[in-house]
C-alpha cells in the first residue's frame, strides 16, 4: 500500500465545489428571507 502524505493531494476540485455550495446556500438564504418580507407585506 502507498505511504500517504500529508498535503500532495489536488484538492482544487473540491475547493471550487464547496465554494459552489456556500455560495448556492448564501444566495438561497438571501432569496428565502426577500420572499418572506415579501409575503409579510403583501399578503392578505
Known sequence: MAEHKQG?????????TYAGFISFVARSCVALILFAVFMAVFAI
Open 8 to 16: 500532495t493531494m489536488d484538492i482544487t476540485v473540491q475547493e471550487k
